[in-house]
């Protein structure tokens, strides 16, 4: 366990305290394998090829967009339920969620058009794990 990371699920969920970020993001696959842009958020490697989270300005018109919630709470990389959790709150009111783990907290991306909806939902979320 990394030192200050935390395990317990209600822990968890009482701190996830989210953050929604004001830029807009698009998934993009990369064709080049040697280019990554600058700008990116994450570079993922898959066997089908390589995509990359990029602002929206730099996307490919009629992209996908989508908004980065970042939970704030330093998520250790072995807890157990965070992810359903936070994915099973917004599947039941039909919102997708892509979440992308770093080593200190998960970032989530929502519908860019359903952002305001699934931060409330998230800080039900975590009020409701406080009661």
């Known amino acids: 366990m990394k030192p200050g990371s935390i395990r317990d699920l209600k822990a968890l969920l ?3 305290d989210p953050v929604l970020s004001e830029r807009k993001w698009c998934f993009h696959g990369i064709s080049d394998v040697t280019f990554t842009p600058d700008t990116a958020f994450a570079v993922i490697r898959e066997a089908e ?4 989270i ?9 992209s996908s967009q989508f908004a ?6 330093h998520s250790d990389l072995e807890a157990v339920g965070l992810t359903a959790a936070v994915a099973g709150s917004l599947a039941t009111s ?3 969620c892509n979440v992308v783990a770093g080593l200190h907290h998960d970032h989530l991306f929502v519908p860019w058009d359903r952002r305001d909806e699934a ?4 800080k039900r979320l ?4 406080r009661r």
Do not use: K, Y
């Open 14 to 16: 009482m701190g996830m």
């Open 68 to 73: 980065q919630i970042t939970l704030m709470v």
């Open 126 to 129: 975590s009020l409701d794990a």
């Open 94 to 96: 039909g919102i997708a």
């Open 119 to 122: 931060l409330a939902l998230l």
């Open 49 to 52: 090829g390589v995509s990359c």
């Open 54 to 62: 990029i602002p929206a300005q730099a996307a490919p018109e009629n």
